[in-house]
């Protein structure tokens, strides 16, 4: 698996107990499990959901599904 698809695959598993849709970026960091400080991390690339979601913009939102905001940061890290 490629370090795209893991970090793509945490983020995912993070968000599978959120209710959607998400419709604002505090909804979004407090479905984390952890908030903010939710942590991926797939060898030295460590990145949090605080940090993850600066990358959002407030047109992304609402978000239907955790493999929608997956995609959208995943794409916007450039990983």
């Known amino acids: 698996m490629s370090v795209k698809d893991e970090i793509h695959a945490q983020i995912v598993g993070a968000l599978k ?5 998400v419709k604002t970026p505090a909804e979004l960091i407090a479905a984390f499990p ?3 400080n939710t942590t991926c991390q797939v ?3 460590k ?3 605080g940090e ?3 990358l959002l913009k407030e ?3 609402p978000f239907k599904s955790a493999k929608q905001v997956a995609d959208v940061i995943v794409q916007r890290a450039g990983l």
């Open 17 to 21: 107990g959120a209710k959607f849709p």
């Open 34 to 36: 952890d908030g903010a």
């Open 43 to 45: 060898g030295d690339l």
């Open 47 to 49: 990145v949090t959901a």
């Open 52 to 54: 993850a979601g600066k």
């Open 59 to 61: 047109s992304d939102f």
